[in-house]
């Protein structure tokens, strides 16, 4: 273990930031790395390493916009953001739901052989992966470099987080950038894989995880499904998108320590339920680009407007075990709204996306939509939209952020998709 992260042990204090508690060293196999408060990492704004070139121009989506929504876009852009305060109600609230705090620690894992994964049916070759650019390399699969960790990142189980790396092995680089890349639904770390290849050809550390009750987190093809109507029964865990957003903001925490690792230039994306990972991972500003994919909605704007039927599809059995539970006869806006307060308490209200998503200015930000999408209807982006246009052009970098909805296609990852993010990353990770 200890030859396994030689290269990778914490950097020094920078004097950047306060400095670190650190842990007395494990008497274990587990390496024991620095542990970091979340305060400096949620109060900067803008980041101080937040260099960024302005070039890419916002993509407006006016023909599905009309004069009532046109009004609510004005007096959304009229109000205030203050970024500083919502990211750190964020984290304060994902920090008051751990079990319990544990040092930041690491250890050696095995290579999954046969992933599990809880479709219905087993997944195929992803053509919208495999489309991702690529570095040509002889003998690339002798020069790629594989680790298989755990970072624990919490008390329990569900605390125990798996990553698989990518990344070359000849480089001369000491400090790369890194991208984190996260699954959607049912699927696990060794599903991304052609992405991580991929990158990691063009001269990144590529890191994917398991999200909370995926892949080795996981024991059955009904872990993530009981997880969440446990949640709702119980109200102890948050599986749904906000759990997962804890373990990324310790991931980030690890990431950091990493002398391969340029701290400024750590991205995150991710497909479906990883978009939205990715898009509230972004509270921690130690993640400097971020790319949801098919993932950002408007949840409460769903609700209002009668339009949260394809989302609720996709997690149903929690959606029903609450109509037994309320007594009703149907899945209703009511059934909907307090089955999110009680397994994700603020995703409708404080936390939705017109107050998170202009939060993220200054950093880049990518969101890629399908035109047709009935679970990320882009009417419902409206608002958050123009509020994160405002933002970012206070922070004069409206350019930084960039809304593309690909035409005529619904909830999937397509090649133009993948293509749009790695440009996106490429242009604010990669130095020219």
């Not at 200890?2 to 950097?11: A, E, Q, T």
């Not at 842990?23 to 400096?40: D, E, F, G, N, R």
């Not at 991205?267 to 990715?278: D, K, N, Q, V």
């Not at 990320?376 to 970012?392: F, T, V, W």
């Amino acid at each position: 273990m200890m030859k396994l992260l030689h290269s990778y042990l914490p950097r020094p204090n920078s004097g950047t930031a306060p400095s670190p508690t650190c842990i007395p060293p494990s008497t274990t196999h587990v390496q024991t790395l620095k542990s970091y408060t979340l305060a400096p990492h949620v109060r900067i704004y803008p980041p101080k390493n937040g260099n960024y070139e302005c070039a890419v121009q916002i993509i407006k989506n006016e023909a599905f916009t009309d004069a009532t929504t046109q009004k609510q876009m004005e007096k959304a852009e009229s109000i205030p953001i203050d970024a500083d305060k919502i990211r750190c109600e964020f984290v304060n609230f994902l920090r008051s739901k751990r079990s319990a705090e544990v040092p930041l620690t690491v250890e050696h894992a095995q290579p999954v052989l046969n992933p599990l994964y809880q479709d219905d049916k087993p997944p195929t070759n992803s053509e919208a992966m495999e489309s991702c650019p690529k570095a040509n390399a002889e003998n690339f699969k002798k020069l790629l470099r594989e680790e298989n960790l755990y970072l624990y990142t919490e008390a329990g189980e569900q605390g125990r987080l798996p990553l698989l790396i990518l990344s070359m092995k000849e480089s001369d680089k000491e400090n790369r950038p890194a991208v984190v890349f996260l699954h959607s639904t049912h699927k696990c770390k060794e599903w991304l894989r052609p992405l991580l290849e991929a990158y990691a050809s063009r001269g990144y550390i590529a890191i994917a995880i398991d999200s909370r009750y995926h892949g080795e987190r996981a024991s059955t093809k009904t872990t993530y499904r009981d997880a969440l109507v446990s949640s709702w029964k119980n109200g102890d865990t948050m599986p749904f998108i906000f759990d997962t957003a804890w373990d990324l903001i310790k991931l980030a925490d690890y990431l950091t320590q990493r002398k391969d690792i340029d701290p400024t230039r750590i991205g995150i994306t991710g497909e479906s339920l990883g978009g939205m990972h990715a898009w509230y991972a972004a509270a921690d500003t130690r993640y400097k680009v971020i790319v949801p994919i098919i993932g950002v909605q408007g949840f409460r704007w769903a609700i209002e407007n009668d339009k949260w039927q394809a989302r609720v599809d996709s997690i149903k059995a929690v959606f029903e075990e609450a109509r037994t539970d309320l007594g009703k006869s149907t899945i209703d806006k009511e059934v909907v709204e307090k089955v999110w307060d009680r397994i994700a308490p603020g995703l409708a209200s404080q936390f939705d996306s017109p107050y998170t998503i202009p939060a993220i200015a200054p950093r880049p930000l990518l969101i890629i939509n399908g035109a047709e999408d009935p679970r990320c209807p882009l009417a419902g982006l409206e608002i958050p939209k123009a509020r994160a246009r405002k933002a970012y052009a206070d922070a004069n970098c409206s350019d930084n952020f960039k809304l593309v909805a690909e035409p005529g296609i619904g909830h999937q990852m397509t090649p133009f998709m993948v293509k749009e993010a790695s440009d996106w990353l490429d242009k604010f990770l990669l130095k020219q």
